[in-house]
C-alpha cells in the first residue's frame, strides 16, 4: 500500500556525542570498521577488517544512527507546558533503553516532540509525534537495535504507554496516600493528556548515517478525510483539498474551521452545501 501525502516537519539536527572506542563506522566500502582510539575530535584510529589500524580523518567516515518515530495519541503536544513535555521525553527514553536489548545510558538518545494529530470517532484530535534518535554506544551494532525495536516481539507501546500514565497521569490517590506516609507526591495529572484516548504507535525505525540527510517526521495528510467540514487544531492550514467521506472520499474543498479564515470560509459556503446536499455525487451510493 502506497504512503499517502503528507505535510512534514523540520526535522531536528543533533549533535554527534564522544565517538568511544568500539563504535561501528562506515568507511568507504569496507564491513565491520570500528574505533580503535581517538586522537582528536578530527582524527581517529579505526580497524579496517583486511587493512588494520589506520589513522582516518572524521570527515572521511560516518557514524551509524538509529531513528525510531512514535505516534503517541491521547497526548496534545500544542496543551503541554515544558516540564510536562521534558516528562514525556524522559519517558521515551527509558522505555527505549529498557527495549533496545543493549545497555547504553540515556545521553545516547535524542528526543524532539512534534505536534501532530489522530482521527478517531469521526474527528481529528490532537497528538504528540516523536522523534527518538539512537546513538549506539562502543560494541553495539545499530542494525541489531533496529532489528529489536521493530520486532514483533517488541513491548515498546506497552512500556511507554505504563511509563506516559505515571509520568503525566498518575493516580490521584496515590499522591494522597504518598503525601501522608512522607514519600514524594507524583505530578499532577496533565490537562494535555486524554487517559481514555492514550495509544502508542511506532511508525517505523530505521538506519541512517550521520553524513545523510535525516527525512523529516509527517506531521498531517496533504488530504485528509473529513465529512462535509474540515476541523483539526493542529493542522496550521486554513483551506486545502481533502477527502469528502459523504461524497465517498472524492476530493473536496476543505476549509479548516480550526482556524479564523477556514471558519469564515466554511461559513460562506454552507448555504451552497445545504442547498447541493442531494446532489453531491456518489452520496447514494455510499
Known amino acids: 500500500m502506497a504512503a499517502k501525502p503528507s505535510i512534514v516537519g523540520k526535522a531536528v539536527s543533533v549533535?554527534?556525542?564522544?565517538?568511544?572506542?568500539?563504535?561501528?563506522?562506515?568507511y568507504l566500502d569496507f564491513g565491520g570498521v570500528t574505533i580503535v582510539k581517538a586522537?582528536?575530535?578530527?582524527?581517529?584510529?579505526l580497524n579496517i577488517p583486511g587493512v588494520g589500524v589506520q589513522t582516518i580523518q572524521r570527515s572521511e567516515f560516518?557514524?551509524?544512527?538509529?531513528?525510531m518515530d512514535v505516534k503517541v495519541a491521547g497526548v496534545k503536544c500544542r496543551k503541554m507546558p515544558e516540564e510536562e513535555k521534558e516528562i514525556l521525553a524522559n519517558a521515551v527514553k527509558a522505555a527505549v533503553v529498557s527495549e533496545s536489548g543493549i545497555t547504553m545510558a540515556t545521553s545516547c538518545l535524542t528526543v524532539a516532540?512534534?505536534?501532530t494529530?489522530?482521527?478517531?470517532?469521526?474527528?481529528?484530535?490532537?497528538?504528540t509525534l516523536v522523534r527518538v534518535i539512537i546513538f549506539p554506544p562502543g560494541g553495539a551494532s545499530a542494525a541489531e537495535i533496529q532489528v529489536t525495536l521493530s520486532s514483533k516481539a517488541c513491548t515498546i507501546d506497552e512500556t511507554l504507554m505504563d511509563l506516559v500514565k505515571t509520568g503525566l497521569n498518575p493516580d490521584v490517590s496515590f499522591?494522597?496516600?504518598a503525601a501522608a506516609s512522607g514519600q514524594t507526591p507524583r505530578a499532577a495529572r496533565s490537562s494535555a493528556v486524554e487517559p481514555a484516548h492514550l495509544a502508542i504507535?511506532?511508525?517505523g525505525v530505521s538506519v541512517i548515517t550521520d553524513q545523510a540527510p535525516m527525512a523529516d517526521p509527517e506531521l498531517y495528510e496533504l488530504q485528509p478525510e473529513f465529512c462535509i467540514w474540515y476541523h483539526n487544531a493542529e493542522d496550521p492550514r486554513s483551506c486545502l483539498i481533502g477527502r469528502d467521506g459523504l461524497q465517498c472520499h472524492q476530493p473536496a474543498l476543505a476549509p479548516n474551521t480550526?482556524?479564523?479564515?477556514?471558519?469564515?470560509?466554511?461559513?460562506?459556503?454552507?448555504p451552497f452545501i445545504i442547498i447541493g446536499l442531494p446532489f453531491l455525487p456518489c452520496r447514494a451510493a455510499c
Open 15 to 26: 549533535r554527534m556525542p564522544e565517538l568511544s572506542p568500539g563504535t561501528t563506522v562506515k
Open 117 to 127: 494529530s489522530t482521527r478517531r470517532d469521526g474527528w481529528w484530535h490532537g497528538a
Open 39 to 45: 586522537h582528536d575530535v578530527n582524527a581517529y584510529d
Open 175 to 177: 499522591n494522597t496516600n
Open 201 to 203: 504507535t511506532v511508525l
Open 258 to 270: 480550526a482556524t479564523p479564515l477556514g471558519f469564515c470560509l466554511f461559513a460562506l459556503m454552507l
Open 113 to 115: 516532540l512534534y505536534s
Open 62 to 67: 560516518e557514524c551509524f544512527l538509529v531513528t
